[in-house]
């Protein structure tokens, strides 16, 4: 897809939005000298956007030297997230909408949640969450829908200095039990059900089979959303609202370092298990507020909506975190794009005066073939700027988003980041820097991306270059390592191309100093913006008892970005059928989740390998992408014959 993606076009945001925007490109570029010239002196102006409870001395204290790698902010300052995300905003915004929840079902009505609504509700499960006995550093697991409950947690735990590791509602109960274990939570919050598209997802009988096998001591606290019956441990499970409900509607705050971790959120490598990327409190505050208020132009009375899930980082920063510090009014949506028709979120645009909206162009690309009938049905007219998140956005998606989301009137932020960043490390600013469709064209204050020859590791420094992408110094939002596993965060991230950020991700710089972003260059694929590692689904399928050996690429997928493809060689004496194959889908669903369900799926009674046995996945991936003209040098394969058989038998003809 990268490749298609060079366009002539330039678009500028209209002028009055320029006159309007915090910053225009003259600002950008002397603040953006500024924050790469003295990131200490940018950084500690920057971090009194945010009370401090001790101010900090120190602003910066960090190095990518491999094998002592070590990232600081602010690191002498106290503070409290849940403070800043609220308390701090109760003279001004007490009776301001806080959290617009939007349900899955539009008959229900959508709920405003004030400020001083959200300090109530956050301290009282701040309370219940101390009367089972959560302290300062201890981990609390979120399984829930999207649901107001699902921020109150989140901030519930920073209030009181607990770390909180939210899993997606779509994952599957091992993958569950797997994050509950790795981080020792002492406590998980759950839901009866979670309702999307009019189906329920069980979370609570997904809770209960994660539990098997974790600790008899976690506890588990239940939102009962949709009133549905589940199966109740007595002495385990407990009524959270019910509680909420009893306890104080109060709760004192908790004085956390800078550096106290805020949260753990797993996430896919290039390797089997998932990473435990650990964020920070101060800096990642700063952070994630100031991007939320630059990158969307966010101003006073604007109703900001992100429509990720709170899941994945995106959410964190966007719906949660980044909105909340800056006194944003933000929407939770529990619900999906097409339901109960293609014109949903439209619909939700219109019926709250969305001014930011910002979406995956995944979703684009699926609303896209459904006719633009849709988008006109709705007055669009509150929006002011759009975004894109998760992946490159294709120059047709990018237009359709432009023409007929936009009217040709607002500015599109492509914007590019990863779990790891925190926030947005290339994006534009949409008052500074006109958009090309498919670039996420400049770096955000302080972001010093490089590229590097991927074979070399020379920096390339001419303005045009082609390579990998790497970061050469901090930002406040930056991880801070993997949780438990320092050692594995400094060889995933600093092993590589030493005395840098490797991102994973390759990407192209033009002439005009504008970067696109190709895509990753690890075993990681990105399934409809959802990040996968391939080895993830391939230990998944070889779990399987009739599976001997499995390998797994991504291929190009018209909605999806990238489709999961799999071959699967069986074990002896197992026959391929239909029967299997449904077999093998569902089972890495309940192993993973519905997301990580291959698409294709190829017997293959032999792998391509080397000779020392490994698996040429390059060779793979072009007989997936049904580009089998050009597979390179198939000499040193230790059984060339394989190939052809794959060729000859391959899924994916279009
Ligand atoms: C925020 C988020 C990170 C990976 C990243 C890259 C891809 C994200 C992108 C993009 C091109 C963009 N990615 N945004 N690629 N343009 N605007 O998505 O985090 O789930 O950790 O994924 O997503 O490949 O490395 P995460």
Not at 546 to 574: R, W
Not at 589 to 610: F, M, N, S, V
Request: net charge negative; hydrophobic share 35%.
């Amino acid at each position: 897809m990268a490749d298609t993606v060079q366009q002539t076009g330039v678009y500028s945001a209209p002028a009055d939005f320029i006159a309007k925007a915090h910053v225009d490109a003259a600002a950008y570029e002397q603040m953006y000298a500024a924050s790469v010239a003295d990131p200490a002196a940018f950084w500690g102006e920057q971090g009194k956007r945010i009370d401090w409870i001790q101010g900090y001395t120190k602003v910066k204290d960090t190095t990518f030297d491999f094998g002592n790698v070590s990232i600081k902010w602010y690191e002498d300052g106290t503070l409290n997230v849940s403070a800043n995300c609220i308390d701090r905003h109760m003279m001004q915004r007490a009776n301001q909408t806080a959290i617009i929840w939007e349900p899955d079902d539009p008959k229900t009505p959508a709920q405003h949640i004030t400020y001083a609504q959200l300090l109530e509700q956050t301290c009282r499960m701040a309370n219940v969450l101390k009367n089972h006995g959560v302290k300062k550093g201890d981990r609390v697991v979120l399984y829930l829908p999207m649901i107001p409950e699902a921020a109150y947690a989140m901030l519930a735990c920073a209030r009181i200095g607990a770390i909180h590791s939210v899993v997606f509602g779509g994952f599957s109960p091992d993958a569950l039990a797997n994050r509950i274990n790795d981080s020792e939570a002492k406590v998980v919050i759950t839901a009866d059900f979670a309702p999307r598209g009019g189906k329920k997802t069980p979370l609570k009988a997904n809770t209960d089979q994660a539990l098997l096998h974790c600790s008899d001591r976690v506890k588990c606290l239940v939102v009962k959303h949709t009133g549905d019956q589940t199966h109740w441990t007595d002495g385990r499970d407990v009524d959270l609202k019910a509680e909420m409900a009893e306890t104080s509607p109060y709760c004192a705050y908790t004085e956390v370092g800078a550096e106290d971790p805020l949260f753990i959120l797993y996430t896919s490598g290039s390797t089997g298990k998932p990473k435990g990327v650990v964020h920070t409190s101060g800096g990642y505050l700063v952070y994630a507020s100031l991007t939320h208020k630059m990158t969307f132009d966010y101003h006073d009375g604007d109703v900001f909506w992100c429509t990720a899930d709170v899941g994945w980082v995106t959410g964190h920063s966007y719906i949660v975190y980044g909105p909340l510090a800056n006194g944003a009014t933000t929407i939770m949506f529990e619900g999906v794009p097409t339901y109960p028709d293609a014109g949903r979120f439209w619909e939700v645009c219109a019926k709250h005066k969305v001014t930011q909206f910002y979406t995956a162009p995944t979703a684009i690309r699926s609303l896209m073939g459904l006719g633009t009938e849709w988008v006109e049905k709705h007055d669009l007219s509150s929006l002011r700027l759009l975004g894109s998140v998760g992946e490159p956005i294709n120059p047709e998606a990018w237009n359709w988003y432009n023409t007929h989301v936009g009217k040709g009137r607002c500015p599109i932020v492509d914007t590019f980041w990863q779990t790891e960043t925190g926030g947005h490390l290339i994006t534009p600013l949409p008052g500074a820097i006109p958009q090309k469709p498919g670039s996420a064209t400049k770096p955000f204050f302080g972001v010093q991306p490089v590229i590097l020859d991927p074979a070399t590791a020379a920096v390339q420094s001419e303005t045009a270059a082609d390579g990998v992408l790497c970061i050469a110094d901090s930002w406040p939002g930056q991880m801070r390592t993997l949780w438990g596993d320092h050692a594995r965060f400094e060889e995933a991230y600093f092993s590589q191309y030493r005395g840098y950020y490797f991102t994973g991700d390759g990407c192209r710089r033009d002439e005009d100093g504008y970067y696109w972003i190709t895509g990753r260059v690890d075993d990681v694929i990105n399934v409809s913006g959802h990040r996968m590692g391939t080895a993830e689904v391939e230990s998944a399928l070889v779990a399987h008892p009739k599976v001997a050996e499995a390998a797994v690429v991504g291929y190009p997928h018209d909605i999806k970005g990238q489709g999961i493809y799999a071959y699967v060689t069986l074990m002896k004496g197992e026959e391929p059928s239909d029967a299997l194959r449904k077999e093998l889908e569902t089972w890495v669903r309940t192993e993973i989740g519905p997301i990580a369900k291959p698409d294709l799926i190829q017997w293959a009674p032999g792998l391509p390998k080397t000779r020392s046995g490994k698996i040429m996945r390059r060779i793979l991936r072009k007989i997936a992408e049904n580009d089998f003209g050009s597979l390179g040098d198939t000499s040193t394969l230790a059984d060339p014959s394989v190939v052809d058989e794959l060729i000859e038998n391959r899924m994916n003809r279009g």
